[in-house]
C-alpha cells in the first residue's frame, strides 16, 4: 500500500482537487442554465406556479410515467404534507433503515413510527413481517425504496387492501426507475421523490408527489399554497411548499441530460461490480430484474470475519486517501438521539447488523474507472 500512496494521491488530485465524496451533483451546461432562465427576466415570475413550474410538471408526468404529479420545494415536504393531507391516525409501519427524513415526516404529523426490519439481501421492508405489526390504530405502510431497490409492491399492496390501510412510497432514490415496465410512481396511493442536489436527477431542492386521485392532488396543491384559492379567498390552513422557477428551470434543463446520466452512473457501478464481486466479504448491491435502474447508490456490505476488515476500517482507510464514501444508513432511525427511549433497534435486528456493516461507495456520473479503480485499491488492500 506505501509505495502506491503517491500514485494514488496524484490520481485523486488531478481530477476532484483533493478528495472524491460519495457524490456530486448533475449540472447542465452553464449556458444552457442561463437560456432557460432568460425569459425570468421578462416575465418577472419568480414562484407561485410559473410557466417553468408548468414545464417541468409536464415533463416529469411523461418521463416518470406517472397519471398526476405535483412538485414541491423538497422530497421531505413531499412525504410530510402527503400523510397530512391523507388524514393519517395513529400508527404507521415504516422501515428505520432510511434518511431521516421518512421518519421525522411520520412522527411530525403526530403519528407514531411502528418499526419493521428489512430484507437482508435488498434492505427493503421484509413483508413477511409486516403483517403481524398491524394493529387497529394502523392507518399506513410507508416503505422506502431504498438505494433504488424496489419494495415487494405486490405484497404490500395485498396487505395493506386486506386491513384497508394507504401505503406512501418513499420513492427518494428511484428516480425514472420502472418496475415490470411501470412508471415505480404509479405504485401505492402515493409515491414521494426527492430532487435534492444529491439525487441522480436534481432541481437544486425539490420533490414531487406522484398520485392517481384528484382529491388527494387538490389538498397537496391548498397545503403547498396557503389553501389560497382566488385573491380574496383562503379556503384551508395550508403550508407553503412551492418549487420555484430558478428550481424548474435546473430540473427542465437536467431532465434533459438525465438518461446519459444514468449511462454514465451505470459503468460506474459495473466497473466496481468487475473489480469487487469476486472478492470473499463483499457484498455489492444486486439490482433484480424486474427493475430498470438507475444506479442511484451503490452499497457494499463488509462481513468482517470473513473480509478480515470491518466497514469502519474500510472507511477509515478510503478517508486517509481523502475519499470519503458514507455510513449510508448508519445510525437507524430508530437509535437516534431525538428518539431516545422510544424505540428498541433490537426490534429490527436485520437493519441494525446491515447499518453497522454497510458502506455507500462513491458514485457519480463524472467519477473516471481510474478513480473507481484507485477506490477499489484501497478497499482491496484491507483485505485480510
Ligand atoms: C433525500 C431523501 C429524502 C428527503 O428529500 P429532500 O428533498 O432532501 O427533502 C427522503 N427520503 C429519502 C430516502 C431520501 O434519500
Redesign the pocket.
Known amino acids: 500500500m506505501n509505495s502506491n500512496d503517491n500514485n494514488y494521491s496524484k490520481l485523486i488530485d488531478k481530477y476532484v482537487t483533493g478528495k472524491i465524496l460519495v457524490t456530486r451533483s448533475s449540472m447542465p451546461g452553464y449556458e444552457e442554465y442561463c437560456e432557460e432562465i432568460r425569459d425570468i427576466w421578462d416575465t418577472r415570475w419568480l414562484t407561485n406556479m410559473g410557466s417553468k413550474h408548468k414545464q417541468l410538471q409536464a415533463g416529469l408526468i411523461e418521463y416518470l410515467g406517472v397519471e398526476k404529479l405535483d412538485l414541491l420545494t423538497?422530497?421531505?415536504?413531499?412525504?410530510e404534507l402527503t400523510m397530512q393531507a391523507l388524514g393519517l391516525t395513529g400508527e404507521v409501519i415504516t422501515t428505520p433503515f432510511?434518511?431521516?427524513?421518512?421518519t421525522h415526516?411520520i412522527v411530525r404529523n403526530g403519528l407514531t413510527p411502528v418499526f419493521c426490519d428489512i430484507d437482508p439481501e435488498d434492505f427493503t421492508m421484509d413483508v413477511t413481517k409486516l403483517e403481524s405489526l398491524i394493529t387497529d390504530k394502523t392507518s399506513a405502510i410507508v416503505p422506502?425504496?431504498?438505494y433504488g431497490n424496489v419494495c415487494n409492491v405486490e405484497e404490500i399492496q395485498r396487505i395493506a387492501d386486506k386491513h384497508g390501510l394507504k401505503v406512501i412510497y418513499?420513492a427518494?432514490?428511484t428516480f425514472g426507475e420502472t418496475y415490470k415496465g411501470k412508471g415505480i410512481g404509479s405504485f401505492g396511493d402515493v409515491s414521494?421523490f426527492?430532487?435534492?442536489a444529491?439525487?441522480v436527477f436534481n432541481t437544486i431542492?425539490?420533490?414531487a408527489v406522484c398520485f392517481k386521485d384528484q382529491a388527494f392532488g387538490d389538498k397537496i396543491y391548498d397545503l403547498k399554497n396557503f389553501g389560497i384559492h382566488g385573491p380574496e379567498i383562503v379556503e384551508s390552513v395550508g403550508a407553503n411548499a412551492k418549487m420555484n422557477e430558478f428550481c424548474a428551470a435546473m430540473g427542465i434543463c437536467n431532465l434533459r441530460h438525465v438518461d446519459e446520466e444514468i449511462a454514465k452512473r451505470k459503468a460506474v457501478v459495473e466497473r466496481y461490480h468487475e473489480r469487487l464481486d469476486s472478492t470473499d466479504g463483499i457484498m455489492l448491491n444486486k439490482i433484480s430484474p424486474d427493475v430498470k435502474p438507475n444506479y442511484a447508490y451503490l452499497p457494499a456490505v463488509f462481513d468482517a470475519d470473513r473480509f478480515g476488515s470491518s466497514r469502519d476500517e474500510v472507511f477509515d482507510e478510503l478517508a486517509k486517501h481523502n475519499i470519503f464514501a458514507r455510513k449510508y444508513f448508519y445510525p437507524l432511525t430508530n437509535t437516534f438521539d431525538c428518539f431516545k427511549g422510544k424505540f428498541d433497534a433490537n426490534d429490527t435486528p436485520v437493519a441494525l447488523k446491515v447499518s453497522k456493516s454497510v458502506l455507500t461507495l462513491p458514485l457519480y456520473a463524472d467519477l473516471t474507472t481510474e478513480q473507481v479503480d484507485v477506490i477499489c485499491d484501497i478497499i482491496l488492500s484491507c483485505k485480510k
Open positions: 423538497n422530497g421531505h415536504m413531499a412525504l432510511t434518511f431521516a427524513s421518512t415526516a422506502v425504496h431504498v418513499d427518494a432514490h414521494c426527492s430532487f435534492h444529491t439525487k431542492e425539490g420533490g
